[in-house]
């Protein structure tokens, strides 16, 4: 994935740290009948991990549930343990990573829904790009990680109750539109997705959180109306067309990206707006609006961490 990421832009994003606080947890949302909590070291992981493996850092979810990470002393490669007391042992496979953070305080175990509490676990590839830097949600319930079904192309980037509610959602960035050169687009155009959790996934919301999307949506009016530059009118033309699509207004994002191959002089710029804009307008209601060249690939930012699980005593 190429990085041509506009350090300006990405401050529309709501970057916070992992797992924002959010409003205390109800009563009776963790289980009485629980052990009490057990003060763990890393010999309690030792016998789980595959030679070269060690535990360097865990977190105590609080109702019997603990997470740690582990790290291949002679590379970068980690695993994920989530080992109940006397109960269950779940470790990842393998994965490469620079780091793994547990949240802290408040931020650790927040409300998804009246019985469910989620932990938000960031992974940092090392990359300086935006897939290298994503959240992977767990539940208390299941004890694996909660899949969203907006599917390839977008990363969970943060996990924030943007209502008020109690509830967390779950940020998203779009970053299917990313892979353009540079010297036909200014930057990296994206929008974000806003998800809420229910029924054990999280699903698309963007259309219920236009406080979260107006901002964008403005920034990238005035972005094409105050340039003349064409790749950085481009740049700003996909990423309204899209943020309006997100928010459910297709037909609205279509129309006007229509006009913009015509108002563009550079050839091979051009060819690329009308590309799109053919492609776009051709799109069912039901389909997504990825671009035309978008190729889905396995990457961790999206890809399910896959866990194997041992029975303890």
């Known amino acids: 994935m190429k990085s041509k990421i506009i350090i300006?832009?990405?401050?529309?994003?709501?970057?916070?740290?992992?797992?924002?606080?959010?409003?205390?947890?109800?009563?009776?949302?963790?289980?009485?009948?629980i052990a009490s909590k057990h003060e763990?070291?890393?010999?309690?992981?030792a016998e789980f991990l595959p030679e070269g493996y060690s535990v360097y850092d865990w977190k105590d979810a609080g109702n019997g549930l603990v997470f740690a990470v582990a790290k291949?002393?002679?590379?970068?490669?980690?695993?994920?343990?989530?080992?109940?007391?006397?109960?269950?042992?779940?470790?990842?496979?393998?994965?490469?990573?620079?780091?793994?953070?547990?949240?802290?305080?408040?931020?650790?175990?927040?409300?998804?829904?009246?019985?469910?509490?989620?932990?938000a676990v960031a992974f940092d590839l090392g990359t300086g790009d935006i897939p290298g830097y994503f959240v992977k949600v767990f539940s208390d319930k299941t004890y694996e990680e909660i899949p969203c079904d907006l599917g390839p192309g977008y990363v969970a980037r943060d996990f924030y109750d943007l209502d008020g509610t109690g509830f967390a959602n779950l940020l998203m960035i779009n970053i299917k539109w990313a892979d353009?050169?540079?010297?036909?687009?200014?930057?990296?155009?994206?929008?974000?997705?806003?998800?809420?959790?229910?029924?054990?996934?999280?699903?698309?919301?963007?259309?219920?959180h236009p406080n979260q999307m107006e901002p964008g949506l403005d920034q990238f009016k005035a972005g094409i109306q105050g340039t003349d530059n064409e790749a950085d009118a481009l740049y700003y033309a996909?990423?309204?067309?899209?943020?309006?699509?997100?928010?459910?207004?297709?037909?609205?994002?279509?129309?006007?990206?229509?006009?913009?191959?015509?108002?563009?002089?550079d050839k091979d710029r051009r060819a690329v707006a009308q590309k799109i804009a053919d492609h776009v307008s051709n799109l069912k209601s039901y389909e997504m609006m990825n671009p035309p060249w978008f190729n889905p690939v396995l990457e961790p930012a999206w890809e399910l961490l896959k866990f194997n699980t041992i029975q303890v005593k």
């Open 180 to 208: 353009v050169s540079s010297e036909i687009i200014a930057g990296q155009p994206f929008t974000q997705a806003v998800c809420r959790y229910e029924n054990g996934r999280f699903v698309d919301d963007t259309p219920n």
């Open 40 to 45: 763990y070291t890393p010999e309690d992981f």
């Open 8 to 33: 300006c832009f990405l401050a529309l994003l709501m970057l916070v740290s992992c797992g924002t606080p959010v409003a205390d947890e109800p009563e009776n949302i963790v289980d009485e009948n």
């Open 238 to 265: 996909i990423c309204l067309m899209i943020t309006m699509d997100a928010m459910g207004n297709r037909d609205e994002a279509v129309e006007g990206f229509s006009t913009v191959p015509q108002r563009i002089l």
């Open 72 to 119: 291949e002393s002679e590379t970068s490669k980690r695993q994920i343990i989530l080992l109940r007391k006397g109960a269950l042992v779940k470790v990842s496979e393998p994965f490469p990573a620079a780091a793994v953070e547990f949240g802290s305080g408040k931020s650790w175990g927040v409300k998804l829904d009246e019985s469910t509490l989620g932990y």
